[in-house]
């Protein structure tokens, strides 16, 4: 089991740019494929993007594909979501989560989470 805990969000203007981070724990945590998921209010928590143990292959939603990056450091022990030409609509409490296995686009597929973090973006 890994444990996850992501960076402070914040609030940005539409149009500009945060980068989130997601600091793990765990002997094995370089073993497992990592992703990021979004819950806006009213809504169901979204898949936003994935990334496999090597860093080799990523995956994304097709809402923030050409907007997002993400990336990560074994050594570090860190996944980074960049995120830029944010819209109003990526507002959203953002969570990373860890899945064993090949990087994955289903919830159900992670195994754990961190807790989560507020990013509001400005019109």
């Known amino acids: 089991q890994v444990f996850l805990v992501e960076s402070e969000g914040g609030l940005v203007q539409a149009g500009g740019s945060l980068r989130l981070s997601c600091a793990a724990s765990?002997?094995?945590?370089?073993?497992?494929?990592m992703g990021w998921f979004r819950q806006a209010p009213g809504k169901e928590r979204e898949f936003v993007a994935s990334?496999?143990?090597?860093?080799?292959?990523?995956f994304y939603a097709d809402s923030v594909n050409g907007r997002f990056t993400i990336s990560r450091d074994n050594a570090k022990k860190t996944v980074y979501l960049q995120m830029n030409s944010l819209k109003p609509e990526d507002t959203a409490i953002y969570y990373c989560?860890?899945?064993?296995?090949?990087?994955?686009?289903?919830?159900?597929?992670?195994?754990?989470w961190g807790q989560g973090t507020q990013v509001t973006v400005s019109s």
């Open positions: 989560a860890a899945e064993q296995g090949e990087a994955s686009t289903f919830e159900g597929d992670f195994g754990s």
């Open positions: 765990g002997r094995t945590w370089s073993s497992y494929a």
């Open positions: 990334i496999n143990s090597s860093g080799f292959r990523t």
